[in-house]
């Protein structure tokens, strides 16, 4: 480490140093704990239900490599144009920025990423073919995200769906206004091209065809979903006035909607609820939806409940139905009361009490349903352990019965496509697991320790201004209500790259040589991929940590 020189000239070597440099005053003897580089997972791949790498896929996105963007998206997720339209996205509440100005819009990024991909056409490699051969029962989310997993890894992967077409409930339950039918078969063709065996209209639906499967296949994954409807109590289900929310929307969805009065009540404050909701307004009836949740309560997405309202949808928060009585043709007389809604501990567990004095009465035509579906599991027959309504599974997504593996809605409460997406995922690893220990003994089961979380406080935001949150635009109520045409508008490339500029990368360095500028005694040196601290001359004084701007340096104590 010579003097550093002056502009225009060298400097002299001072008098008194006798060595010519300081590369002989091992400083690195002063210190207690020593600088360290590390790669460290962002809060927001800690809430990804897909375990995302975001910090990476965005970097690559700001660098507009959106190929290599869309290539680590779906390292875990097979539909970011889908999840980036539909995901509930927990990633955006676990986002440092949002303690520092307003979270990152991580979902939209997505969409944007997911969209070029369809538009420029690009597909999945074909892959090496490997021994193995896999059954794959429910062609939503989760059965597609297992079968794309599998088919990557090279195992032969046949699908069988009951349905006429892929998709489960992204296809007969979310309206087109919330996702384009273009987007949903773009993002599972890619899938079924990488040479995925399909039988749609092929009902799996006996303990002797499930156990046929285990037996003809080398593993089974079960992906049947939550078709059984809930009911209330108080309704009659035979009356021509009364519908399941489910069966509604696949016939909105499918353009047979169910003839119905003009005067619509919806139970229920889920996403399923405000889809029967809307999709009833884009049929011209008047529609109120009434939940047992307080609005903020509500398991929809605050912006759907925001769209429902702006379309003229009457929310009626913190009620419930008591009872019905005809009217003739005055309709229905709904007898409702106020309460008071506390949530349990896990989802779909509650108290009410109800607000004394407070009934009130409703007039309308009908009334649609849409408070939960439950999974049928009587059609496995035994050999399956069940709780709670649920299939039990282990860590590994493996049910009780030898070889067969389970996720989704029938295996979990967690009822959101990405949730199931990356059960999906989960149960692919597993059974890929397994069968490579059946063919040679070997497991490649990682119990690698891992860094914590990065926290804000690891942020240097000195090198990150405050910036707004890119706001997307909506389609305007009035043509909402005529169309099918999608609610929620996408980003414009510079509104994409923008939003990019305002990650953290959290625990990613982005090689922006802050340590090795700020060192004030010149011990991190850059190298081809990445930097090495000089243990002969770092002091430990923590200035290249904090002077980090993605908080991929921490002080680690040494001991001696």
């Given amino acids: 480490m010579s003097a550093a020189p002056s502009v225009g000239a060298p400097a002299p070597i001072p008098a008194t140093w006798t060595t010519g440099s ?96 369809l538009a420029q056409g690009w597909g999945f490699e074909l892959p090496v073919a490997r021994p193995g051969h896999v059954a794959i029962v429910g062609g939503g989310p989760s059965g597609l995200s297992a079968a794309f997993q599998l088919r990557r890894m090279g195992f032969t992967v046949t699908l069988y769906e009951a349905q006429a077409e892929l998709g489960g409930l992204m296809r007969y339950g979310i309206p087109a206004y919330r996702l384009a039918r273009d987007v949903l078969d773009g993002e599972i063709a890619r899938i079924v091209a990488m040479g995925v065996k399909v039988n749609c209209g092929h009902r799996i639906d006996s303990a002797d065809e499930f156990n046929r499967l285990r037996e003809q296949h080398d593993a089974l994954y079960l992906a049947l979903g939550a078709a059984r409807n809930k009911r209330l109590p108080t309704l009659d289900y035979t009356k021509p006035w009364v519908c399941d929310g489910a069966a509604y929307l696949a016939g909105a969805n499918a353009g047979k909607p169910m003839a119905l009065g003009r005067r619509l009540l919806v139970i229920g404050g889920g996403s399923a609820a405000l889809d029967a909701a809307r999709s009833a307004r884009r049929l011209g009836h008047e529609v109120t939806l009434l939940a047992l949740e307080q609005q903020a309560q509500m398991p929809a997405q605050a912006e759907e409940v925001h769209e429902a309202l702006e379309e003229g949808i009457i929310l009626i928060d913190g009620a419930r139905l008591d009872a019905v009585s005809d009217a003739g043709s005055a309709g229905l007389a709904l007898s409702c009361t106020k309460v008071l809604f506390v949530p349990g501990s896990q989802r779909g567990q509650f108290t009410l009490t109800p607000v004394a004095g407070s009934g009130f009465t409703l007039a309308a035509d009908a009334i649609i349903t849409s408070i939960g579906q439950d999974p049928d599991l009587s059609v496995l027959g035994e050999g399956y352990a069940t709780a709670g309504g649920l299939l039990v599974t282990d860590a590994q997504l493996a049910t009780s019965a030898a070889g067969a593996y389970a996720g989704g809605d029938m295996a979990s409460m967690a009822r959101f496509v990405t949730e199931a997406v990356g059960m999906g995922q989960r149960a692919a690893a597993a059974i890929a697991r397994e069968l490579q220990q059946r063919q040679d003994g070997s497991s490649s089961v990682c119990s690698e320790a891992s860094e914590p979380l990065v926290p804000l406080a690891a942020i240097s935001t000195f090198y990150h201004p405050k910036r707004e949150r890119v706001q997307t635009g909506l389609l305007d109520a009035r043509e909402r209500l005529s169309s099918v045409v999608e609610v929620q508008l996408g980003l414009d490339i510079e509104q994409a790259l923008a939003e990019s500029e305002r990650c953290f990368s959290c625990g990613t360095c982005i090689f922006c040589d802050n340590c090795v500028v700020y060192c004030p005694d010149m011990a991190v040196k850059r190298v081809d991929n990445g930097y090495i601290v000089l243990t002969d001359y770092c002091k430990g004084c923590g200035v290249c940590v904090k002077e980090c701007p993605t908080g991929s340096m921490k002080m680690q104590e040494e001991l001696r």
């Fill in 22 to 117: 300081t590369t002989a005053i091992m400083t690195g003897t002063w210190r207690a704990s020593l600088a360290t580089h590390i790669k460290a997972p962002a809060p927001c791949h800690g809430a990804c239900p897909v375990d995302g790498d975001i910090a990476e896929w965005i970097g690559l996105a700001r660098a507009r490599d959106f190929h290599a963007s869309w290539q680590v998206l779906v390292r875990h997720n097979p539909f970011p144009s889908i999840a980036g339209r539909i995901c509930h996205h927990p990633c955006e509440t676990g986002c440092n920025r949002a303690g520092y100005d307003e979270a990152l819009s991580i979902c939209k990024l997505e969409r944007f990423v997911g969209d070029e991909a």
